[in-house]
């Protein structure tokens, strides 16, 4: 049975997250959960109005920490979304992050998706016919845009821009504002105006429920996890140690029970990702 079986849980979020989130958490854990509108922004805007002084771990626990402030609940669950490029490759990467936290047992549960599937992009345009060009490639309009005068850094900045009509008007109102006649776009990356995002933290959720009924063999403490992933698997052609995992150790945050998983040990790893056979 689930450790959330009948219990009352609040999600923090003033974009609609639990639109994907509630019914999940609802159907999988058994729990009744209640949603809070609060001021989420206050910890950083993704249209950097306000910038994020934390880490996206620390951001998603200072939100979940808002449930006891607000309510007399004891469980949280707060979402934290980032956007860049992945770190080998010039590709936009989102990672999306749905914390639990129970204070009254003293358990937190990590959810997490990370990949390339995001419509994440910006652009600099001085014609209506390219910025039309641009947010139709980025999933314009059931993915809203955001548009500035002249660069990211400008202080007038225009929102909820979900239709052509709004578009062009925005377009020809940043136009007249700029001092270089041009305008900024970019991806609305709030999960409700986001349709991609939300199918990503649909996922990370779907992460948090494994988390939520993967148990400790010793504690039986909800959370149990892989905490690393051991390189070493050994080169088919010359048998040295290669990057590819070779196993995975397992920990339980409570108890600190450790189990150590062996992926394919009879199986050898290609050349092609060996230091030695292909440097």
């Not at 009948?6 to 639990?18: F, G, N, P, S």
């Not at 063999?217 to 048998?239: A, D, M, N, S, Y």
Request: with cysteine; hydrophobic share 35%.
């Amino acid at each position: 049975m689930s450790f959330l079986k009948d219990r009352d849980v609040m999600l923090v979020t003033m974009h609609q997250k639990e639109i994907v989130i509630k019914p999940l958490l609802e159907e999988q854990l058994g729990c009744r959960l209640y949603v809070n509108q609060f001021d989420t922004d206050q910890f950083g805007t993704f249209t950097r109005e306000i910038g994020r002084q934390d880490s996206q771990l620390e951001t998603a626990r200072k939100k979940a920490n808002m449930v006891i402030e607000l309510s007399n609940l004891h469980v949280g669950i707060a979402s934290e979304g980032t956007f860049g490029f992945h770190p080998l490759a010039p590709i936009p990467w989102n990672t999306e992050l749905v914390l639990l936290k129970d204070y009254e047992r003293n358990i937190e549960l990590q959810g997490y998706y990370e990949g390339i599937d995001t419509n994440f992009n910006h652009t600099v345009v001085q014609n209506y016919s390219s910025a039309l060009q641009f947010v139709n490639e980025v999933g314009f309009p059931d993915h809203h845009v955001i548009l500035r005068p002249d660069d990211e850094h400008s202080s007038v900045i225009l929102k909820n821009i979900a239709d052509e009509s709004s578009l062009q008007e925005a377009f020809t109102y940043c136009l007249n504002k700029s001092t270089n006649r041009q305008v900024f776009i970019e991806t609305d990356m709030r999960a409700y105006a986001n349709p991609t995002r939300m199918k990503n933290i649909e996922m990370a959720t779907r992460k948090l429920i494994e988390q939520a009924n993967s148990l400790c063999p010793k504690c039986e403490t909800p959370g149990f996890r892989v905490v690393r992933k051991v390189p070493g698997r050994l080169c088919e052609q010359c048998h040295s140690p290669t990057k590819q995992i070779v196993r995975h150790i397992h920990a339980c945050s409570t108890c600190h029970y450790q189990l150590t998983e062996y992926l394919d040990p009879d199986v050898y790893a290609s050349p092609a990702y060996c230091d030695f056979c292909n440097p």
